[in-house]
């Protein structure tokens, strides 16, 4: 990392911590987050949290672990190829789904919907709330302290009336600005490895065929290239050369586009980047390919009636709790009962009234946020099973 770009982020043009910290000695301040990261208790939970199968379904299907380790391991090339800062995009790409829910989209969009009134349930914030405020293994400070660059990074997406309320790293939602290019890369990583690892899980599941997929331009191209070169070989193995061949790709497209892009705006700094257009990007053609394979696999992977009917016992899991949990937050552990209070809120004006009721719902959505899929299932039999005694 002694040859970093100059429009790199670095630990010389970081805005740094939230809370002041000396420099740490033999590590960057990057890979200080990073090894926060991976030692926060949010991160072992991603184990057992769904990516699109339910980690009881089997096991080799992608969990949001591996998912955000074949995350890190893509920006990473990227990032080392464009002379940025590796760690910053490792770290970026461990952290990006943190604040997922159990049970994938249909867990967040179940929690979205129960936290409707007390300002919605977004994953991306939630994140960003894990490695500000939930995480609590320092003694000086909520949350991991990371530096500023990464936390603008894990805030991939995020609406204009939640970015107002953030201050300095939800500024470039409302100004239209842009973060580093390590977070660019992470970001795409992201999108990388699931259109391919779903393909694979996908296709592992039985619940798309290679029949059915050699539609997609993008796989048809590699799986024939793959038959011609090694006739007869096995289906398994055409399916993982073929989507090796699929990552190498758009890895190689990305970096090549990206280059040309740096190389037509020269950014001379970071701040001219953050003023410049996405210059991590596709280009056009292949930015059409992947866009195609993504529509696929929503079509027949994700809106699968096998895939839906998990997501509607998912959505009835987490909106159970939460109704529970809001009716009476006795039920709730100790740990987060002492930071709701009481349920009898007494004589308060009306207004506070609906503060504390607000706050309330903010940490059984916490609660339930930070569940992993079995603990979810084992939480909903506990407390409406009346053969569980507790
Ligand atoms: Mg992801």
Do not use: W
């Amino acid at each position: 990392m002694t040859d970093l770009a100059p429009y790199a982020a670095s630990d010389h043009n970081s805005r740094g911590r939230r809370y002041d910290e000396d420099t740490p000695p033999g590590r960057s301040e990057f890979q200080r987050d990073r090894d926060r990261i991976i030692h926060s208790g949010a991160f072992r939970r991603l184990e057992y949290k769904t990516q699109v199968f339910v980690n009881h379904e089997g096991d080799l299907f992608r969990t949001r672990l591996t998912h955000s380790i074949e995350v890190a391991q893509i920006a990473r090339s990227i990032a080392r190829r464009l002379r940025l800062n590796e760690d910053l995009a490792e770290a970026i790409s461990l952290a990006h789904d943190l604040g997922h829910t159990p049970f994938g989209h249909a867990g967040q969009d179940a929690l979205n919907v129960c936290m409707k009134a007390y300002g919605g349930f977004e994953h991306n914030l939630q994140s960003l709330r894990v490695v500000d405020k939930l995480e609590d293994r320092y003694a000086a400070f909520d949350g991991l302290n990371l530096c500023f660059e990464t936390r603008e990074g894990i805030l991939k997406h995020c609406s204009a009336d939640n970015a107002a309320k953030l201050g300095d790293v939800g500024e470039r939602f409302v100004k239209g600005r842009r973060p580093t290019l390590e977070a660019q890369v992470a970001n795409l990583a992201d999108e990388i490895a699931y259109n391919n690892h779903d393909v694979d899980d996908g296709l592992r599941s039985g619940l798309i065929t290679l029949e059915v997929l050699e539609t997609v331009p993008l796989v048809a191209a590699q799986l024939n290239e793959v038959r011609q070169a090694y006739p007869g070989l096995p289906e398994r193995r055409v399916v993982h050369e073929t989507v090796r061949r699929m990552i190498n790709l758009l890895v190689t497209d990305l970096i090549r586009q990206s280059e040309a892009n740096i190389s037509k705006h020269v950014p001379a700094t970071l701040e001219e980047v953050r003023g410049a257009p996405a210059l991590i990007a596709y280009s056009t053609e292949m930015n059409e390919q992947q866009r195609a394979l993504k529509n696929f696999l929503r079509i027949h992977l994700y809106r699968h009636y096998r895939v839906l009917r998990m997501s509607a016992k998912a959505q009835r899991i987490i909106s159970n709790l939460f109704d529970a949990f809001m009716a009476d937050n006795r039920l709730l552990p100790p740990h987060f009962q002492q930071q709701v209070g009481s349920n009898d809120t007494g004589h308060l004006p009306a207004f506070l009234e609906k503060q504390q009721e607000s706050d309330r719902a903010r940490t059984v959505s916490d609660y339930i946020a930070g569940m992993t899929d079995r603990y979810a299932i084992r939480e909903h039999r506990r407390i409406f099973a009346v053969e569980e005694l507790v």
